[in-house]
């Protein structure tokens, strides 16, 4: 690469640079809280591998915000431990309804130091704590909210210090109470001297990166700013029987579904689902009609173009004022586009496609007069079209691309669109603002686009209308020229004119992105995808340059680019492979759980010999079995010739059949109120008992098949009743091995692998409820092996050792113990290359899920 080249790169990612310095609400570390179980909230860990030493003054300070719309605020921010025996805490409690939630904590006791944030300031503005800590005078002084506070502290002059961020299981200060908050900018001072940085801008791993002296942090699963910028989030899927409409209100921060018999209200904030039904009987739903909610009469309108008729629904009472519509002369106006003018109190329809023919109507309905006006276009600018998108503005509405032809003929010419245009409710004309640049590959757009009108921006999803498999990709476009970014990852779409539909909303409760996508399937139902992405959204470009500035240190970061100029490319890969490593997690690592086997070919287990390779790869399925139950690998039901019956399941029926089993081995059943909590959560007690009724009487069907095995609840709770003598099913008798956390025999240790050889436990699914029973059976399959390893030496028998290695590989590829056991066996049986071999292979895998070196060379492991 020549220099002006080289030149041109550096000036490039200078200019991302600058621009990650206007996002700056863009990045820091969330802290996962008590919507999730213990084991997966979030902890950050400053010194992982020691303590801090301070010989004279010392200060901590950082940045925090919360996340809003959680159920728990309570808990531990940080946590200061001098010499493992005192403990200084600030901690947020809310239990009490008095002001000055954020305390302080000295060992045992509440210090004279409480202060608070206000609420508005708390959730949406970040907030400087800051905790100086003078040995000399023996005192504390911490700066929270717009007040300081000072009180004695007696501190060794030469004290070493853990700090500890949210959760942690340090020795005996462990805690699991964290609430949901967001931290950046962790910076510690020694005697007025900067000497740690901690900025937690990072969009994934578990790495905490210390820009000052390189010595990083650790983190248990972390919840990245900065991804949920850039990253969608897929929030809730519905599925409805028959067709469904999609609205919004925007303000609140609500989905509104709109179907036959009920509205489907869905809270992004609270994510939570409410469906109530119609007082006023079944709406009429076609292919080509539209809902639109408008916030200031607070009634949603189904509009129905061809017949030119508006049905409303009063939320406050649940009634449409019109249920019955005639629809015998059909014209479609598919996907076309829509908006309420409060300037003349109307509902504009614009363009739309049918009968292979696209539209170039203007609609205008009076929500005052109830009167319908078809507008006489005054200019050509407007052509026919569909799959544009349109967003609301002062006076009018902008309108972007779509797809279709001069003469609305689908026979002549059609084609994509790329103009910008603005139509004006005064003067009902178009203005052309101006043309995009024809892109390499085409695109439409999704219904809505966001238009900012005070910064002359917009944001739209665009996506191929040529695939079915399709994606949706959110754009960054310009009001006055015509330029736009990608930004944000993509949505998988799947597209079919007729039956699909996706549209964009801006939530301003949670200032997030919105985007619904439906698909009609071939059964007739309407399934309903909701995800999110807060703003503002970041592209990919700016992910793969430098990490965020902050403004103080501009000046630094221009001579920094200069003088960086010769090594750029060198610090281009870097960052780059940097990105890749998905960090440290002791309970999730490469984003694959635990408990996922590992191929033999890419373990830490070193090349598969006749000797190192397991008896089984993960794989291997057993034989069909009769009278049987498998939930290790893929979850299957075999009846009493052999027939596998779970193919009968529905996804609902499938999940309510492993809640009650796995309730009814690990407890004695499980009540109705937690089937309620975990499966029909969005529904009224009415419903959900109804729903619960219906199912258990289909499941209870499908079990018959199984003779032996049946539903009952004649405890209060419900249990699937299983015979063991007739029938066998895995997880019982993994749990018969494990239970007693005894030292099993090689016997039982090759009983266990024969269990486990088809997979993890419940490979194939995926319920956040399941996700405790995975943790632990992982676990309990680890530690049963490391029993039976420690209670046994290498020169017993070296051979079997290392099939159990492999076997602990299947469940935790970065396992010390089990790569020690194996070079161990490997030089035992003079293998000596192969087990250079597997440190090698394990210090690979260590350094791709760490992203750090694995330290100890063949010497300290044999000798460990």
């Not at 190192?612 to 009493?640: C, V, W, Y």
């Not at 051979?799 to 602990?808: G, R």
């Amino acid at each position: 690469m020549n220099f002006c080249s080289r030149f041109i790169l550096i000036i490039t990612l200078f200019h991302f640079s600058i621009y990650n310095v206007c996002l700056g609400q863009s990045y820091g570390l969330g802290f996962e809280s008590f919507d999730v179980v213990q084991d997966k909230r979030t902890g950050l860990d400053l010194s992982p591998e020691g303590t801090f030493q301070f010989n004279g003054d010392f200060e901590v300070s950082f940045e925090i915000a919360f996340l809003p719309g959680k159920k728990t605020y309570f808990g531990y921010i940080l946590r200061l431990i001098e010499n493992d025996t005192k403990n200084i805490d600030i901690l947020y409690d809310n239990s009490l309804l008095k002001d000055d939630h954020f305390k302080v904590i000295v060992g045992d006791e509440f210090s004279r130091i409480a202060f608070d944030i206000p609420g508005e300031q708390l959730y949406k503005k970040w907030n400087k704590i800051r905790l100086i800590f003078n040995k000399q005078k023996k005192t504390i002084t911490v700066f929270g909210g717009s007040k300081s506070f000072t009180q004695s502290l007696n501190l060794d002059q030469a004290g070493r210090f853990k700090m500890l961020f949210g959760t942690n299981k340090y020795k005996n200060f462990n805690t699991t109470d964290v609430p949901p908050m967001k931290i950046r900018n962790i910076e510690i001072r020694e005697d007025d001297k900067r000497t740690y940085y901690f900025p937690l801008d990072e969009i994934e791993g578990n790495t905490a990166p210390e820009r000052l002296s390189g010595a990083d942090g650790l983190i248990f699963n972390p919840l990245w700013i900065k991804k949920l910028h850039y990253e969608w989030q897929p929030l809730r899927t519905f599925v409805v029987n028959g067709p469904a409409r999609i609205t919004s209100n925007q303000v609140e921060g609500v989905v509104q579904i709109v179907c036959n018999d009920s509205l489907i209200t869905y809270s992004i904030l609270s994510n939570r689902a409410n469906r109530v039904a119609y007082k006023s009987g079944k709406q009429a739903l076609f292919v080509d009609n539209q809902v639109l909610y408008e916030r200031s009469d607070g009634k949603i309108h189904n509009i129905y173009i061809n017949e030119k008729q508006v049905s409303t629904l009063d939320l406050k009472i649940g009634k449409w004022n019109k249920s019955l519509v005639d629809s015998s002369s059909k014209t479609h106006f598919l996907h076309a586009n829509k908006f309420y003018s409060a300037e003349d109190s109307s509902i504009y329809i614009l363009g739309g496609y049918g009968h292979l023919r696209y539209k170039g109507n203007v609609h205008k309905y009076n929500l005052a007069t109830g009167t319908w006006t078809d507008l006489i276009r005054k200019d050509s600018v407007f052509t026919p079209r569909y799959l544009a998108a349109l967003g609301r503005a002062t006076g009018g509405a902008y309108l972007i691309g779509g797809y279709g032809s001069t003469t609305g003929q689908q026979i002549l010419n059609p084609g994509n669109r790329y103009d910008l245009l603005f139509f004006d409710t005064k003067t009902g004309t178009f203005k052309k603002v101006y043309n995009l640049n024809i892109p390499e590959e085409d695109f439409v757009f999704a219904n809505s686009m966001i238009v900012n009108e005070k910064a002359k921006t917009f944001f739209a999803l665009i996506f191929p209308k040529d695939k079915f498999s399709s994606q949706l990709q959110l754009v960054r476009g310009s009001l006055t020229s015509p330029e736009y970014q990608l930004v944000g990852s993509k949505i998988p779409y799947q597209f079919i004119d007729t039956e699909s539909f996706a549209d964009l909303f801006y939530d301003q409760a949670t200032s997030r992105f919105v985007a619904v996508t439906s698909f009609r399937n071939e059964k007739k139902q309407t399934i309903i995808s909701v995800y999110s992405l807060y703003a503002p959204p970041l592209d990919a470009s700016i992910l793969v340059s430098t990490a965020e500035t902050k403004p103080g240190n501009l000046t630094w970061m221009i001579v920094a680019f200069l003088a960086l100029a010769g090594g750029f490319l060198v610090y281009q890969y870097k960052i780059k492979n940097r990105k890749r490593l998905p960090g440290k997690d002791e309970a999730a690592v490469s984003k694959i759980p635990a408990e996922a086997p590992v191929p033999v070919n890419i373990s830490a287990a070193g090349s598969p010999s006749s000797t190192d390779a397991p008896e089984r790869t993960p794989e291997a399925k057993q034989a069909p079995a009769h009278n049987s139950i498998m939930l290790f690998g893929n979850l299957q039901l075999f009846d009493e010739q052999g027939n596998e019956i779970a193919k009968l399941f529905t996804p609902l029926l499938k999940e309510l059949f492993l809640v009650i089993l796995l309730y009814s081995i690990r407890r004695d059943g499980i009540s109705s109120e937690k089937l309620k909590e975990l499966l029909w959560f969005d529904k009224p007690s009415e419903s959900a008992r109804n729903n619960r009724s219906v199912n258990i009487a289909k499941l209870k069907g499908i079990l018959d098949k199984l003779k032996y095995c049946h539903i009952s609840k004649e405890t209060g709770y419900w249990k699937i009743n299983v015979d063991y003598g007739q029938i066998t099913i895995d997880y019982a008798d993994y749990l018969n091995l494990v239970a007693d956390k005894r030292v099993l025999s090689k016997q039982d240790i090759t009983e266990l692998s024969n269990i486990t050889k088809r997979g993890s436990f419940l490979s194939d699914l995926d319920y956040e409820w399941l996700d405790s029973f995975k943790s632990e059976t992982s676990n309990e399959i680890v530690d049963a092996y490391l029993r039976y390893a420690a209670s046994v030496s290498i020169s017993d028998d070296p051979e079997f050792l290392i099939k159990l290695a492999n076997y602990i590989f299947y469940f935790d590829p970065v396992n010390e113990e089990a790569m020690t056991i194996k070079c161990k066996a490997f030089a035992h049986l003079g293998k000596h290359s192969m087990a250079k071999t597997a440190l090698e292979n394990f210090s690979r895998e260590y350094r791709r899920i760490y992203g750090e070196e694995f330290q100890k060379d063949m010497p300290e492991v044999l000798h460990s």
